[in-house]
């Protein structure tokens, strides 16, 4: 028993967490969240709308794991003209049988940040045609850059273009040029309506309550993992792109139908839980999720708590031990 609590900042969570660990944690937590192996209580949100901020408090837990999480995440995203990142937070690990706390994760929001990033690659490759070639990510924020590095790792494929469109085109060029100097194919796109026409994949990261991404601009086969929309009113796609959608699919039904993208379709009556398709039974083989080339997909992703458990326990175990995972990132 682990009498001293365990603190961890940043730079440290950061060098005892590398993609692939995260990834099959990620999964892992996708996967028991469709079976219904975990506990997930209701989100706590708080709104700071005048300073165009909110907060959200999670807690979970995997069934048969030896620690739930508490994870405060907070995203201001006026915060990158002021200096400051538009992400922060930390996660309380705590021990599953005797409810001693194991750990104090001071990441700064990077955790949930990583878990986004990875959750949104997964579920691209589980939905994707198998040909995909051509990403377009709408916002250039940190989540932008997240998505396209996590997809470019996870890909056996290097030939994957990613293209970046923020209502700023400064922004836009400023991400592509950062992935650029990773080694990422990247560049700037001016053009909305036209970059979505050419994209395979759309990957939506922006908090706006407007609307972006048209039905009409998406082609058939385009799949779409909807980021973004993560409390009420937040909507990054046209309704009526999401009611065209041959598959509709999200991490978390609860959520994703009342705080998601696919609030709107569910409050019309369109969506309901027995409608859309967890993310986990396509992962785990449960379900086949896309079966031709011409489907349209959307998966919604709101972010599980069980992710959050699962990469904190990821980084406490890998502390345990003293050595470090192999292709840590920053």
Wanted: glycine share 10%; aromatic share 4%; proline share 3%.
């Amino acid at each position: 028993m682990r009498d001293i609590l365990l603190e961890l900042h940043k730079s440290e969570i950061q060098g005892l967490l590398d993609l692939s660990t995260g990834a099959k944690a990620i999964r892992q937590a996708y996967i028991a969240q469709a079976q219904g192996c975990v506990q997930v209580p209701e989100v706590t949100y708080l709104g700071f709308e005048k300073v165009n901020g909110d907060c959200h408090v999670k807690s979970g837990h995997i069934d048969g794991t030896e620690g739930f999480v508490v994870k405060i995440a907070t995203g201001f995203y006026n915060n990158p003209s002021k200096g400051l990142a538009s992400s922060n937070g930390l996660n309380l690990l705590f021990c599953a049988k005797t409810g001693q706390t194991l750990a104090l994760l001071k990441d700064e929001g990077w955790l949930t940040d990583i878990r986004t990033g990875l959750g949104g690659a997964l579920t691209t490759l589980a939905l994707a045609r198998a040909d995909f070639s051509k990403v377009l990510i709408v916002g250039a924020g940190l989540q932008a850059e997240h998505q396209a590095r996590c997809l470019q790792h996870l890909s056996s494929d290097p030939g994957i273009t990613f293209k970046i469109w923020a209502r700023r085109p400064d922004q836009a060029e400023q991400t592509a040029q950062r992935l650029r100097s990773d080694g990422i194919e990247a560049s700037a796109a001016s053009d909305l309506q036209e970059a979505c026409k050419q994209a395979d994949v759309i990957i939506t990261t922006t908090p706006t309550k407007t609307p972006l991404v048209q039905s009409s601009w998406v082609a058939p086969g385009t799949h779409i993992t909807a980021i973004g929309a993560d409390c009420p009113g937040k909507q990054e796609l046209e309704a009526d792109l999401v009611l065209r959608a041959d598959l509709c699919l999200c991490d978390l039904a609860a959520q994703s139908l009342l705080h998601g993208e696919f609030q709107t379709a569910a409050a019309a009556g369109k969506l309901s839980a027995k409608t859309v398709i967890p993310i986990g039974a396509v992962l785990s083989g449960d379900h086949p999720g896309r079966t031709n080339d011409a489907q349209i997909t959307i998966a919604d992703l709101t972010g599980l708590a069980v992710q959050d458990a699962a990469v904190s326990l990821s980084v406490y175990r890998a502390a345990q031990t003293g050595k470090p995972n192999e292709g840590t990132i920053t």
